[in-house]
């Protein structure tokens, strides 16, 4: 199956003059409820050329203070099991215009929050990548390369696994000069398409974020006279619109 989808892809690009791919993992955050173990990423290619695409996982910990640090997964002793998100497959080969995907799995308790780090990176094949195609095939696609293209992008999503049993719990302060949301839950909770305009001008407004709120964590800002903030509170698969004046 992995040679046919060489030969598809090699079939593809050699049709081109001016080579080259361009992937699209679609959202930049995925979260995979506490009653799922899988999860299905699709990985999509604009380009004109095969994309050889890599995926690489790390673990994201946060400190006391908020602070992060990517770091490895753990494995067992004998290096046979791991314990957080896998990729099957980790090496996936997308044809001009087309779509692959992998499943993430994920394997280890369940008691508390846990979140990853997914790249997905585009690479030149060699042989130690282990991908399904030949040494001459890997010399052709270097060559129908556009000569231009000396970096290939590659994205990376963050991917929040969700506790077995996930529990909202969403505490809102309102007060004179301040809003705040505080997460008493034991799982993310976004604040999303985050609006601050000015309630006189609806073209007076700064650029629209987005927020993740961990558990034990708050998002708060500063109420401003004559400002409108609006936004949308996500708490798993249940949403609520929220207006806020200053």
Same mark, same amino acid.
Do not use: W
């Given at each position: ?32 409820? *506490? ?99 030949? *040494? ?17 992008? *590659? ?92």
């Amino acid at each position: 199956m992995k040679r046919r989808l060489a030969l598809i892809g090699f079939c593809l690009f050699t049709q081109t003059a001016h080579a080259g791919p361009s992937i699209n993992i679609g959202t930049m955050y995925d979260y995979m409820d *506490g009653d799922k173990s899988t999860f299905l990423k699709r990985v999509f290619n604009g380009g004109d050329s095969t994309a050889f695409v890599k995926v690489n996982i790390l673990e994201i910990l946060y400190d006391a203070d908020g602070k992060s640090q990517e770091v490895p997964l753990k494995t067992s002793a004998d290096g046979t099991a791991r314990d957080g998100l896998m990729a099957s497959p980790a090496r996936l080969i997308v044809p001009a215009s087309g779509m692959q995907g992998t499943r993430l799995l994920y394997m280890g308790e369940r008691d508390k929050e846990r979140y990853f780090r997914v790249r997905f990176v585009p690479v030149v094949p060699e042989k130690e990548d282990e991908f399904a195609v030949s *040494g001459e095939d890997r010399e052709e696609y270097k060559k129908t390369l556009s000569a231009g293209v000396s970096v290939l992008a *590659g994205y990376g999503a963050v991917f929040f696994v969700r506790p077995k049993d996930t529990r909202y719990e969403s505490v809102v302060e309102n007060d004179a000069g301040s809003y705040r949301i505080r997460n008493d839950g034991n799982t993310v909770v976004v604040i999303d398409e985050f609006k601050d305009c000015s309630l006189k001008n609806d073209q007076d407004c700064q650029p629209t974020t987005k927020h993740h709120i961990l558990a034990g964590r708050s998002f708060r800002f500063e109420k401003q006279a004559g400002r409108e903030y609006r936004f949308t509170l996500i708490e798993g698969e249940k949403s609520k619109k929220l207006d806020v004046k200053g």
